[in-house]
């Protein structure tokens, strides 16, 4: 135990193998659900796969993982060649593995190699083959990735916004004046706003939306401006799909279960 307060606390533990060194320091703070896991890596070792494997109590394990724009559940029980050949499967910044009343997810915004195994799961940390690069994640580095504890499963514990939330950072900047509002509001936080940019024509603001859990939802989206017309578009912003407002700051909008939406808003 290096930390021990009331506030947060962190344990170390020191790894050796053969001439490499991994250090990792795991940390909980009062005021967060997550488990942070920081890791110190000094690899020397080639033709090496280092994965971080955690073991539960559950009997019969669901695993979900994030792809782009949404989720897909994979087995955990490798029954078929092909199933026993992936012996890891790719996700974008989480997984989550669920008894179905209990479970825990791993958010990891820099590795996104991720194995199940009944009850147990792992994290890819490196890989040093020898082909087709040689010095493949050899040398000294750091990396953090989260364990998040939760009820239910990964839509009941919201995992998608706590994710979003662990790997997002924060940062200030001078303002030439006070603002009373945010730029873009989402209530309740069951949408996720992956991108609010210069429209591709230059014409206006491209906001983009997607909803990432099975059930329908409705949202209340304010803008700290008003919008002359708020269009909804295709992806690549070609196709008009119909006027959503006009003259307003404030939308409603609802989501099908995984649907994406695209606004084109004109000032």
Known sequence: VVISGPLLSCVEVLREYSASRVNQLICVEKSSPLVKIKTTINWRDKNTLVKHWFKTAFKLMRAFYEVPFGVVERPTKMETPWEK????????????????????????????????????????????????????????????YYLYPHIGDYEIAEVPRVALEATTDVYTSQADRELDSSLIMVHPPRVILSAFKRSEDGEGYIIRLYNPYSKETTVKITLGFNAKYIYETDIPELEVLGVVGSYVNTLFLKFKPFEIKTLKVLT
């Open 85 to 144: 050949a992936r012996f890891e499967v790719p996700a974008v910044s989480w997984a989550d593995f669920t008894s179905g009343d209990l479970g825990v997810a791993i958010i990891s915004p820099s590795r996104h190699g991720y194995s199940a195994r009944g009850g147990d799961f792992s994290l890819s940390l490196l890989r040093s083959p020898m082909f087709p690069n040689p010095w493949s994640d050899l040398g000294e580095y750091e990396l953090t």
